[in-house]
T-cell receptor, first 114, second 115 residues
């Protein structure tokens, strides 16, 4: 069975600082995709970054990067130079090789302090 | 279109009434997914479609929920005889294919409130 764990219900970070949001996953599939989404208070789900299980390099997208440690089954999101607009819920998700549904963690609420 | 569209944005129903939600996937995307988000942090998978065919319906409470994706029409999710616990945000998502690397793009959601 697939399982995603986000152990930080809430995080605070000072503006312009970097923050790491944790995500661990459990799967027996060798091939899978890992995704992070941002959900601001307005409610929409915004895709941020993707990491494939066979990717050798950590994914990066602008200020977002993924610290992927396959042996530890972790895929932590790093946000550099935090901005006030980064305040939101962040969800980690996994898509198995069958390619069907996403499995979501329970999210981390990030608050950026001016 | 370039975005997943969902209507309506908000829906209020009395307990026992019917609710119908609509979703237009991104043009060219073959897969459509419905998720229910409760309590702002739990996502529950309901059903997925490959074009107009049901791909996976393992998450659907079949006694009251039904869904369709017909050619040239928005996909729909219908709840017969709504219950208080159906109050949630219902997201539709679409993806081009079903490989593990393919992103699911989400619509803005429909917020259903059952009174």
């Amino acid at each position: 069975a697939q399982k995603i764990t986000q152990t930080q219900p809430g995080m605070f970070v000072q503006e312009k600082e970097a923050v790491t949001l944790d995500c661990t996953y459990d799967t027996s599939d060798p091939s899978y995709g890992l995704f992070w989404y941002k959900q601001p208070s307005s409610g929409e789900m915004i895709f941020l970054i993707y990491q494939g299980s066979y990717d050798q390099q950590n994914a990066t997208e602008g200020r977002y990067s993924l610290n992927f440690q396959k042996a530890r089954k972790s895929a932590n999101l790093v946000i550099s130079a935090s901005q006030l607009g980064d305040s939101a819920m962040y969800f980690c998700a996994m898509r198995p090789p069958s390619g069907n549904q996403f499995y979501f963690g329970t999210g981390t609420s990030l608050t950026v302090i001016p | 279109g370039e975005e997943v569209a969902q209507t309506p944005k908000h829906l209020v129903r009395g307990e026992g009434q019917k609710a119908k939600l609509y979703c237009a996937p991104i043009k060219g995307h073959s897969y459509v997914f419905w998720y229910q988000q409760v309590l702002k942090n739990e996502f529950k998978f309901l059903i997925s479609f490959q074009n107009e065919n049901v791909f996976d319906e393992t998450g659907m409470p079949k006694e009251r929920f039904s869904a369709k994706c017909l050619p040239n029409s928005p996909c729909s999710l219908e709840i017969q005889a709504t219950k208080l616990e159906d109050s949630a945000v219902y997201f539709c998502a679409s993806s081009q294919g079903r490989l593990a690397r393919e992103t699911q793009y989400f619509g803005p959601g429909t917020r259903l409130l059952v009174l």
